[in-house]
């Protein structure tokens, strides 16, 4: 079952614009993680914010994590047609599992 | 250097049939994840391998899924009887730990007919 639920479900943008992506989670987390999907393609990892940590930047990405609400936002500043994608998070549990719940997925479009 | 690769890219079989795919993890990667990914959602957890032992397989949706992973490194996921509601990708992550950042095969893109 999915974990956590992005929002919105598909966004449209003009090239030059800012992209801002959320995502819901259940539990309590040990970090989450944002990844890139290209139509076909296989996940690419773009950034990893801890659970103790409430921002992160990376090039043109901004993460922010609010633990208390079980949530995080994607900021993508100055798109690009490039961006044209799908935008996951994905959670590491603090119950111990290993592996990552993703959400259901923005699909981001950046017209030229 | 290389990435995780998986083959084949794409597999169409007839109901019924028996399907392996493969998985080449990061050279020295420890952890090695599948994933099953239905057209439109996110990824879903099928199995975890640490080494070639396989610690988690709660994700594997009946016993028709087998995967192995004999050697610690390549590790290959068998479908059984192949149905319908086998169509998706087939997604394999691996790490150098078991916390740390997951990267991604391409996928294997599977349809059953």
């Known amino acids: 079952s999915q974990q956590g639920e992005e929002d919105p479900q598909a966004l449209s943008i003009q090239e030059g614009e800012n992209a801002t992506m959320n995502c819901s989670y259940k539990?309590?987390?040990?970090?989450l993680q944002w990844y890139r999907q290209n139509s076909g393609r296989g996940l690419v990892h773009l950034i990893l914010?801890?659970?103790?940590?409430r921002e992160k930047h990376s090039g043109r990405l901004r993460v922010t994590l609010d633990t208390s609400k079980k949530s995080s936002s994607l900021l993508i500043t100055a798109s690009r047609a490039a961006d044209t994608a799908s935008y996951f998070c994905?959670?590491?549990?603090?119950?111990?599992?290993?592996?990552?719940?993703f959400g259901t997925g923005t699909r981001l479009t950046v017209i030229p | 250097g290389a990435g995780v690769s998986q083959s084949p890219r794409y597999k169409v079989a007839k109901r019924g049939q028996d399907v392996a795919l493969r998985c080449d993890p990061i050279?020295?990667?420890?952890?090695l994840f599948w994933y099953q990914q239905a057209l439109g959602q996110g990824p879903e957890f099928l199995t975890y391998?640490?080494?070639?032992?396989?610690?988690?397989k709660s994700g594997l949706p009946s016993d028709r899924f087998f995967a192995e992973r004999p050697e610690g490194s390549v590790s290959t996921l068998k479908i059984q009887r192949t149905q319908q509601e086998d169509s998706a990708v087939y997604l394999c992550?691996?790490?150098?730990?078991?916390?740390?950042?997951?990267?991604f095969g391409p996928g294997t893109r599977l349809t059953v007919l």
């Open positions: 992550a691996s790490t150098e730990g078991s916390t740390d950042t997951q990267y």
């Open positions: 539990t309590s987390i040990n970090n």
């Open positions: 914010i801890r659970s103790n940590e």
């Open positions: 994905a959670t590491d549990e603090l119950s111990g599992a290993n592996n990552l719940f």
């Open positions: 050279s020295g990667h420890v952890s």
């Open positions: 391998f640490q080494n070639e032992a396989q610690l988690d």
